[in-house]
């Protein structure tokens, strides 16, 4: 767990970096990641150097790699998919007097980099001097435009600051850049990504230049192009050229103490497996032109509208904790970065900010993406979804690999095809086609979208039907039993009757029963007919359910609380386990390593009392260790719901600086887009109580001591809901349409639009926190708020 | 399953070859190995080509080469073992009028090969003509000495059938022989294997030559020696010579028409892994005297004396079945052949007959082979049991690692350390330790060899005992649970109490209780207290045993009864399953690759009652699919015990006739000692009913309608016990020793030596045999002995 960020870094609408550390580049580059979805751009320097760990990325292109197997099976996929490090364009290097700016040599006068969330741009400004002792001011401003999807650009100025200088400026175009490898990657595969582009097209004309790549055996055409507005004194001059692997516009000039050098540089990426390489570098150029043609000044402007759009309707405000504040405000940005412009591409766990866990997208953008995009940027929750949708022919076909019906979503994928090599915890963890289903209906009900139900929904939810139908029987005594499958938790695996797996499941059949209904049309060509439907629904109502009547909790699967206790006080300098003991271990005893039937508790918190809850969440909390990221944001909507309420403001923090803080100490690999998302998740469902179930909404809200106000915003069928939370009361406001139905702890009202209702917080229950694993408890947040800061 | 071999290669002691099949010549060579546990030959012609799959191998010679995993997991073994092709000493080429002696080419007039199993070598004749016209008469013995360890011996002969001929002989030594490469195997490990062997020395003296090479990476000499006595007639001149990766040695002479030029060439291997170079050299070239001194007279003679005292106390006779009596010998040879000399190493699955499982020993050798030679070769029972227990400090190491007590051992491995790279069916099969556990038992109860109990046995149990403690734990009711283990299925596994493995460990926990007992000295310098005594005493008591009240059979392990049905109907065409089904679906399904409850139901007889035994056989005897060759000799022995007789022999059959049918296909790589050792097993312990639990012997004899008559001979404490059945009445004869309790079908008597004892057989309950998944019944025997033949 790296040291906290110094109070002046704190900011609002900021990210600051106010001292430069060259062990935390890497880090910084994927927190300050400049993304649309499309497009993502690591935040390096210009100067291309030093750097952590270079990345640019577009969404989709990856290269394929074989998946050793020491003992191959049956179904064990024979490829993987690697997100790979495309053309860079981010690169101006700088020449002053002969010296080239690199910050590791010379003086640093002065550094200072900002993200700015409302801008959604990344700014630097260094003052330099080199070791001939010749200073000059450098300031740049980049952003990866939310406008224009294939678009970034660069405002690039530099200049001297006592006396005159001669300035060479290099802005280039770089493929196959050399990256640090990983020691743990099998050779073979590192091998194959090594240098992964080949050169098919390289053109330069004026300050333009255009570089078109295939992936050496994924096959992909990829675009990368730049152009540049120049401004400097007489006698500027420019001139391009071009290599296989290499495009540079050169700009040369003589900067007098006070002028300036001025550099706009557009970039422009395309990308297709199927369009040809004329067609690719046109769509590449085109853009370029829209770039230039729409200029600097106007890409900023749109930019930042677009943000005030956004944040209009998605901002969360928490009064009295400004670290949090900014953190929960920088997960929210960086969701909002990776989902924006995906547009029927899956969303990666790291979204593009890095190339951790190899680019792939799995549940967690469905379970903890997708809730904060449907409720705050709708469409592109749609566009994930139909991402989703166009991956069921290569569903389907890996059901029937499985010998199953309907499709199986794969455990993790960037083009769609299962990528897992350990099929433990990877093919068996059928959940994530519950959890796309899960997101289908929450999108339906948030949306009223009956197009996209009609399109792209029905189908999802009857194929993953059809899937659970398949994958479960019903046992002697009736029950629906789904046997030898794996839950969220990675630390248990292949068990029967996971109870969140079962829920879940439940949800999915019964939510393709009811899309039949409402579409009995489409469902015939789907070839639902009324005996399949009532298959599913008798097998939703029979779900087996593992409840410990003994200890009056419920199983997390099968014999779960019957099996041995870890020893937690032999283990406290042994975290994360997986590390340190083998799978086989970890799976057959009593510990978790992130929620499993509490996330259950929260997505499907119908199917429990509140009785059952409170002994269930203080049983698990026990035995929960949160080696995994996905954890804490769970856990504070149950501590939340449950009644510990500070409990769960020490989640939601952990939550949302899990990058900020390096809390994992891997942020260096790309942000946790599903713990960004679900320090929102933390804060609307955590502490603002909110639940969806069936398409009802409800809150239940309640804050921490530290908090003095919570307000958040939701976007409801095309109007939009804020709702204000103070210590005493809570306001609930509909700003168009309605009227809607909600609750307010267990009181049902109706809100109309313009018609506030402010409604009391009753007082949270007095109840002692449970228990953590020993050395795993949350870091207090108690008293530890950070109200000042320089926002 | 390939076709019955015709009638005219049936014999009682013979192995015969009466018509060659180019297809089938891998299978073959298996079929026509030698070994004696410490050198293996494959049956490949002494000319070397055409070959299948050319194999020389030394007990205890493997590479190392790496275990690639696409994502790897704590604790899983980064190298894995595998047997090298080592310097092939067999090959003996011949140039008649200058023409290579090739069978491909000119005109094959006879060929016959014969393993003779009372003498202990394979003959070969041919009669050739070559494309020239020249015809020869080749014949070659080949034997790979009982008596003298470092010994094998060619007796080759050439002959010119009509009108003299010049002939050439080259008897070489290969290292670095060219192989076929598996097509499945990664290119990495294939790559590590494709010339294991570096020469360190190569030197020729007259007709002797000399090769020591060091095999790369796992660093072990391996030295390779032949000498040769050359008979011809005047004007026979030999000379010889060296290269790295070759010996040579070369005799020329001109034959008339009658005469004979003889070759006995005298072969010596030596390896290790810490002697000298000069020590190894001296090694084998000490055992190349000793080879020469004796002469090929006295080897063979020798080696005939061996086999004479074998077979007096390991023959099984069955009468009125000749080809089953042809089948069961082989399986005794080879089981003999695979231990008779391993002397503290493993005896791997395939003994030394081929690359198969990649030379791998597994719980096969404890649970199939050691029965076996503990009943008919004790000390070579004893030798591998101080194999195992010379691993012992390995098995420590990988139980720390394992977070465990005690010693794990490895699920398959050639030097101790665990090869196995899929845990769910390697690691987690951890009942292989009680299997070597219950083989200490068994070999010191028939033997009484109390100083290996004291020296090794009671180690071994110990440490084994640890570990199930470790790994069980008692949940609140007491019971005592062995939770994510994997049983002998392998259609199965990670489950919560699989009956055979604590039944296993229930005995491997009284075992090592009873043996501290017995030793208590021994017992204290191993730490062994009182306290430790009694938890072991407790959980062997708790043990919990899983049963399904409903159906009224035994549970495989928890919960399995409950798990769906596998859709027999539907798979009829694709077995094995597992070349057809996911892991993930054997796993969660009623499918049995092979016996596990029906095992532990043979081995831990005692804890079931006759009504239980006949009730599970019949359950899971429909949902077993005998995908493992283990299956057959289990599911003989079980059949017998409840009654289905002709079913028992069905099996026996299949059992005995796994390589000379090639029933599985995949002979070319190894024969299947375990299932051939299970052909004894399913002779005695089946048709036999003979048991040992808690060392007390007792049988319950019956007769399938095809056999007149049953003998077996059993040591017992040095004496022999000899079972002979008819279908009216057994008799018992105690050889010497004695007085010995054993019970006949129930009926306890004493024996006395000389004082022969006959029993009645009382009638087989008259019981409908079970049915079998469709497409998986065994070959039926009924009606379909072979009672004639060549012998």
Redesign the interface.
């Known amino acids: 767990m790296s040291a906290r960020r110094p109070s002046d870094e704190l900011h609002p609408w900021e990210i600051r970096e106010s001292v430069l550390d060259l062990e935390l580049l890497a880090q910084r580059e994927s927190v300050f990641a400049l993304s649309n979805g499309h497009i993502g751009l690591r935040g390096t320097f210009d100067e291309g150097e030093p750097h952590g760990l270079p990345g640019t990325y577009l969404n989709g292109v990856y290269e394929t790699r074989p998946?050793?197997?020491?003992?191959?099976?049956?179904?064990?996929p024979e490829d993987?998919q690697t997100v790979v490090n495309v053309t860079n364009g981010k690169v101006i290097r700088l020449l002053v007097d002969d010296e080239p700016f690199d910050i590791r040599y010379g003086d640093l006068l002065s550094h200072r980099r900002v993200l700015d969330m409302r801008a959604g741009t990344l700014e630097r400004e260094a003052e330099w001097r080199s070791p001939a002792g010749q200073a000059v001011r450098v300031r740049s401003v980049r952003l990866v435009s939310l406008v224009q999807r294939s678009v970034a650009a660069v405002l690039w100025e530099v200049e001297p600051l006592d006396g005159p200088a001669r300035i060479v400026v290099q802005s280039e175009l770089v493929a196959n850049e050399v990256q640090p490898e990983s020691p743990?990657m099998?050779?073979?595969?590192a091998a194959a990504l090594r240098a992964p582009l080949v050169n098919e097209f390289a053109g330069a004309l004026e300050e333009r230049v255009t570089l078109v790549h295939r992936t050496r055996v994924s096959g992909l055409l990829v675009g990368a192009a730049m152009d540049h507005a120049v401004e400097g004194p007489d006698g500027t001059a420019t001139h391009s050229e071009v290599e296989d692997d290499l495009g540079r516009v050169t700009v040369v000039t003589d900067l007098r103490e006070g002028s300036t050098l001025r550099l706009e540089k557009f970039l422009a990426y395309g990308w297709s497996a199927e369009r040809s390489l004329p067609a690719v570098r046109d769509q590449v150029e085109a853009a370029l032109v829209e770039a230039r043609h729409a200029g600097w000044d106007e890409l900023l402007a749109s930019q930042r509208e677009t943000l005030d759009d956004f944040w209009a309707g998605a901002d969360v405000e928490l009064d009295g904790d400004l670290e949090i504040q900014q953190a929960v405000r920088f997960g929210i940005f960086h969701t909002m970065q990776a989902g924006a412009r995906a547009e029927r591409r899956a969303i990666p766990a790291k979204g593009l900010t890095g190339p951790g866990y190899d680019g792939h997208a799995f549940w967690d953008t469905e379970t903890f993406v997708l809730p904060l995009l449907t409720y705050s940027l709708p469409h592109a929750a749609a566009a994930a979804l139909n991402w989703r949708h166009s991956t069921l022919p290569l569903a389907r076909e890996r059901a029937r690999?499985?010998?199953l019906g309907g499709a199986a979503m794969p455990w993790r994928t960037i083009a769609g095809e299962e990528c897992?090599?350990?099929?433990?915890a990877?093919?068996?963890a059928f959940h994530v086609s519950a959890d796309v289903a899960d997101a289908v209906i929450r999108y339906v009900h948030v949306t009223d979208d009956r197009d996209f139900e009609r399109e792209a929904g029905i189908e999802l939810l009857v194929e993953t039907a059809r899937l659970w139908h398949s994958l479960g029987?019903h046992?002697?005594g009736g029950g629906f039993?789904i046997?030898?499958?794996t839950g969220p938790d990675e630390y248990s695996?292949?068990s029967?009757n996971n109870i969140y797996t079962n829920l879940m499941a439940q949800r999915n059949l019964l939510g393709a029963a009811e899309a039949a209904e409402r579409h009995p049309e489409r469902a015939r060509e789907l070839g639902v007919d009324d005996e399949e439907v009532a298959a599913w629904v008798y097998a939703a109502r029979e779900v087996r359910i593992p409840y410990d009547e003994?200890l009056g909790v419920h199983e997390q699967s099968?014999?779960f609380t019957?099996?041995?206790e870890w020893d937690f006080e032999a283990t406290v300098d042994h975290y994360p386990l997986?590390?340190?003991?083998?799978?086989?271990?970890l799976?057959?005893?009593q510990v978790l390593k992130q929620p499993d039937l509490v996330l259950a508790m929260h997505l499907r918190g119908d199917a429990f009392t509140d009785e059952q809850k409170l002994r269930n969440f203080d049983y698990y909390e026990r035995r929960t260790v949160r080696d995994s990221s996905l954890s804490a944001c769970t856990q504070a909507v149950m501590a939340a719901e449950v009644g510990y309420v500070e409990l769960a403001y020490d989640y939601l923090a952990e939550a949302a600086l899990v990058d900020l803080d390096d809390l994992n100490s891997n942020t260096r690999d790309g942000v946790h887009i599903a713990s960004l998302a679900g320090s929102w998740i933390a804060c609307v469902a955590g502490l603002g109580g909110m639940r969806d179930h069936d398409g009802h909404l409800s809150f239940a809200p309640r804050l921490p001591g530290d908090l003095s106000r919570l307000a958040f915003r939701l976007c409801l069928h095309g109007s939009r809901l804020v709702v204000e939370v103070g210590h005493e009361q809570a306001s609930y406001e509909l700003h168009s349409g309605g009227p809607l139905e909600v609750s307010h702890h267990g009181r049902p009202f109706v809100l109309e639009p313009g018609s506030p209702v402010t409604l009391p917080v009753p007082p949270a229950p007095g109840r002692e926190r449970p228990a953590q694993p020993p050395g795993r408890e949350p870091r207090s947040r108690q008293g530890d708020a950070r109200r000042s800061g320089a926002g």
Chains 1, 2 share one sequence.
Do not use: C, I, M
């Not at 099998?186 to 595969?189: T, V």
């Not at 897992?420 to 433990?424: G, K, V």
């Not at 997986?578 to 271990?585: D, V």
């Open positions: 998946l050793p197997y020491a003992e191959a099976g049956y179904g064990f993987g743990s099998d050779p073979r595969a690999t499985l010998n897992s090599a350990y099929w433990p990877g093919t068996a029987h046992d002697p039993r046997d030898g499958v695996a292949v029967d003994r099968d014999e019957r099996h041995q997986l590390l340190h003991f083998p799978y086989f271990q799976y057959r005893k």
